[in-house]
């Protein structure tokens, strides 16, 4: 009797044994293929113009290239500019248009790789709305900036390196 208990203990085990192996072939076969569907089924990157549609219905900032509605021939007009070369919150300015570029340049860098400058533009609000220029070393470009109209404000965030900032306005 002890053996036929033993043979059948013998049987339990390698049953469970058998389960639980089928069970975990099971639930990494079905991770496998949800893997492959998400990479086939992933869409395709946007395109930069549904990108802008998305952004002006919602009401978000949007960097534009040079060329598509903003370039450098087209009539930009000063709205404000700053100098520094600490952390600082711009006054409030007001944008009719909603179309504006930034001009920067970062400069006098205390020593090769300690300079970083970035550019957070805030609505009115306090609501950070995008990180526009985000650079370290000396260095400068222009930055153009899609929104609704309205009242902006930009928070710099710098660090042993000296800056100029100006904001224009697309007047056409």
């Known amino acids: 009797m002890a053996d036929q208990d033993k043979a059948m203990k013998k049987e339990k085990v390698s049953f469970l044994e058998g389960k639980w192996s089928w069970i975990l072939i099971a ?18 990157e946007e395109t930069a ?15 534009a290239e040079p060329g598509n509605g903003s370039d450098d021939q087209a009539d930009f007009e ?11 919150a711009t006054n ?13 340049k970062a400069y006098d860098e205390v020593f090769e790789g300690a300079g970083i400058l970035q550019i957070f533009v805030n609505d009115a ?13 000396p260095s400068e470009g222009n930055t153009y900036v899609r929104t ?16 100029e900032i100006s904001i224009e306005e697309n007047r056409e």
Request: negative net charge; hydrophobic residues 40%; glycine residues 8%.
């Open 125 to 137: 609000d306090g609501s950070m709305l995008d990180l526009v220029v985000n650079e370290t070393g």
């Open 49 to 63: 113009e549904s990108e802008q549609l998305v952004n002006e219905i919602e009401g978000e900032v949007s960097e």
């Open 92 to 104: 409030v300015f007001s944008t009719e248009t909603g179309e504006w570029r930034i001009s920067w």
């Open 78 to 88: 000063t709205v404000d500019q700053w100098t520094g070369e600490d952390d600082k």
């Open 27 to 44: 639930v990494l076969w079905m991770a496998a293929l949800g893997m492959i569907a998400a990479i086939i089924l992933s869409p395709e």
């Open 148 to 163: 609704t109209p309205g009242d902006y404000y930009f928070d710099i965030n710098s660090s042993n390196i000296k800056w």
